[in-house]
């Protein structure tokens, strides 16, 4: 499996955007880009992904270098309950989801 | 989005007791189940992989005579932790997919607890 790389912690503070950063330089062509994140005794939550060109939902946006060897989750406006930590995993479609050891996002009130 | 439910959220046990644990794809008819430990810290890690109907793959390092996982119906997988022993006590966290939920996503639930004494 491509491996990932993440910052072990980062902080922000509230009502600020977040951007959290995810290198991953051995993406192959058919791999996609998924976040998750998972708040404190929860199962993960499915947050966003992409192939190659930038996305945008109702909770983040995905914006992916155009070499592809990067990524950056952008959560607009930070909240206390965006507080979780914050996987990039890579996935060739429909395999396995690999779990690194993500990003703690701490937010200050 | 897709709501997938466990229970118990949390349990109790004797050493050497068994365990069953439900997953439940509330919305979506979940085609394939995937079961995930988690020990305190630690991250994800994947220990079965079950399609409706068919014999779960597990992975490596995963035996498979103690996690025993059913995945009877669309909607309902099961794991059972048989002779459950202190080792065993871990967050286990299942994800569906497939089957009227977006495609190539996992929808995870929030966890049951184990504990064995």
């Known amino acids: 499996d491509a491996k990932t790389t993440q910052p072990n912690s980062m902080e922000s503070n509230e009502e600020e955007p977040v951007h959290l950063p995810c290198n991953h330089s051995?993406?192959?062509?058919?791999?996609?880009i998924h976040w998750y994140r998972q708040l404190p005794s929860q199962g993960p939550e499915y947050v966003i992904h992409g192939l190659t060109s930038n996305v945008n939902n109702r909770m983040a946006s995905l914006a992916i270098a155009e070499d592809r060897k990067s990524s950056t989750l952008i959560l607009h406006r930070a909240t206390l309950r965006d507080a979780a930590v914050y996987y990039c995993i890579l996935r060739d479609f429909f395999q396995k989801l690999t779990f690194g050891t993500g990003t703690r996002l701490t937010i200050i009130p | 989005g897709a709501v997938v439910s466990q229970h118990p959220s949390r349990v109790i046990c004797k050493s050497g007791t068994s365990v069953k644990i439900e997953c439940r794809s509330l919305?979506?008819?979940?085609?394939?189940m995937f079961w995930y430990r988690q020990f305190p810290k630690k991250s994800l890690m994947l220990m079965a992989t079950?399609?409706?109907?068919?014999?779960?793959?597990?992975e490596q390092g995963v035996e498979k005579d103690k996690f025993l996982i059913n995945h009877a119906s669309l909607t309902l997988s099961t794991l059972t932790v048989t002779s459950a022993h202190p080792e065993d006590s871990s967050f286990y966290i299942c994800a569906g997919e497939g089957g009227g939920a977006s495609t190539d996503t996992q929808y995870f639930g929030p966890g049951t607890r184990l504990t064995v004494l």
């Open positions: 079950s399609n409706e109907g068919s014999k779960a793959t597990y």
């Open positions: 051995t993406i192959s062509g058919t791999d996609y």
């Open positions: 919305d979506f008819q979940a085609t394939t």
